[in-house]
Every structure is written in C-alpha cells, then in structure tokens.
C-alpha cells in the first residue's frame, strides 16, 4: 500500500540551527514527491518537488530535499532557520494520475 | 491574480444540519480536488474533478458527503446531516492540468457541536 510516513510529530531547533525534516515513502514506481508547509490559517503552500532528473532538489525560503530512492526518504532540509519557519510540514507522494497521499506532518517549533 | 478560494473559512454546525462549503479554484485551472483534514493529521483524499466530470469520488466517506462542479469552475462540497466526526479542515485544491502542482485554499474549517 502506498503510504508516507513523517516519524516525527514535533521538532525544536533553535533560530540560527539546521534543520532536517525526515520523510519515508512507500510506492511502488518512481514517486512524485512534495513538500508543503502550512502556516496557522494558511493554505498549504508548496515547498519543493522532486518529479525526476537531479535527486538534490531546491525550494523556496532556501529549503532542499533529497531523493534517496535506496532508502524510500525524502528529506527536508535547511541550513539555518529563521523563526518565520515555524509552521507544520508535510511530505506527500504523488500517484501516476493526480492522488498526493500525505504524511501526518511535522510541527516545526524554533526557539529563540 | 487571485488565489484559491474557500468559504466560508469557519462553520459550525449542530449534528443533523447540512453543511454547503464552496471553493474558488484559480481561473482557468481545469483540475479541483477536496481534501479533508482532521486535527493532527495529513489532508486526506476526498473527490476529484477535471473540468466538470468527478473522476474519482473514492475518498468520500460516506454517502452523507455529496460534491459537485457543474459548470467547470466553481465546487461545492456539501454534507447533509453532519456528524461530529464531520468535525475537519476542508481543503480544496485546483490544478492547471496533468501533472501540474496543485494549489491549496486556507481551507474551511468545520465543526459540528
């Protein structure tokens, strides 16, 4: 079955820290891959996505993420982070048609 | 250039009431999509439309949740006798076309006392 998961529910890190989102799939043909970030009232915004081609993937607010077909993960990442990143996270996978099956999120919560 | 559209943004409903949530989608965008959010969780599929065909109605939970785009644009997401665990951000979505990224509305949240 397809599924993403998102093994993280919350996540703190300091203003000016890394950060690295993790996000596992499974799928069963190469998988379109999103991430979008949804802020308290907001609509879910798009991060970045990874359809094929280059595996290391830019976004916007200076994110990126990795394809890891070896390891079914699709990793959020950013080298340091500002408090306007605090929101909720979300990877999804991508069907062959048009389904984007979602992970449960992660809440980003940064100190300061 | 506006955005997807949603409203109203919140509703609260007492069980047993019909519920009518309406969506926007970004002119000229041939694909929507409801979503249906639960506190905590990831949207989950409900219903997809490419111009005013439903193409998939898989994800509608029962037979209480009815959608419908009859003129390619505007959709309508009703649910008649509300239920408590109707209780959801209801999220629409519109795409361009194929494979085209999907575009998100701020959602209506629901809530059925």
């Known amino acids: 079955a397809q599924s993403v998961t998102q093994p993280d529910i919350h996540i703190t890190v300091s203003e000016g820290a890394s950060l690295e989102l993790r996000c596992n799939y499974s799928?069963?043909?190469?998988?379109?891959l999103f991430w979008y970030v949804q802020s308290p009232g907001q609509g879910l915004q798009l991060l970045l996505k990874?359809?094929?081609?280059d595996t290391l993937v830019q976004g916007i607010k200076g994110f990126e993420a990795e394809f890891k077909r070896s390891q079914s993960s699709f990793n959020l990442r950013k080298p340091s982070v500002h408090w306007s990143d605090a929101a909720e996270y979300f990877c999804?996978?991508?069907?062959?048609?048009?389904?984007?099956?979602w992970g449960a999120g992660t809440k980003l919560i940064i100190k300061p | 250039g506006a955005g997807v559209s949603q409203s109203p943004r919140y509703k609260v409903a007492k069980r047993g009431q019909d519920v009518a949530l309406r969506c926007d989608p970004i002119?000229?965008?041939?694909?929507l999509f409801w979503y249906q959010q639960a506190l905590g969780q990831g949207p989950e599929f409900l219903t997809y439309?490419?111009?005013?065909?439903?193409?998939?109605k898989s994800g509608l939970p029962s037979d209480r949740f009815f959608a419908e785009r009859p003129e390619g644009s505007v959709s309508t997401l009703k649910i008649q006798r509300t239920q408590q665990e109707d209780s959801a951000v209801y999220l629409c979505?519109?795409?361009?076309?194929?494979?085209?990224?999907?575009?998100f509305g701020a959602g209506t949240r629901l809530s059925v006392l």
């Open positions: 979505a519109s795409r361009r076309g194929g494979r085209d990224i999907q575009y």
């Open positions: 439309f490419q111009n005013e065909a439903q193409l998939d």
């Open positions: 002119s000229g965008h041939v694909s």
């Open positions: 990874y359809l094929s081609g």
């Open positions: 999804a996978v991508g069907n062959s048609n048009y389904q984007l099956i």
């Open positions: 799928y069963g043909a190469t998988p379109y």
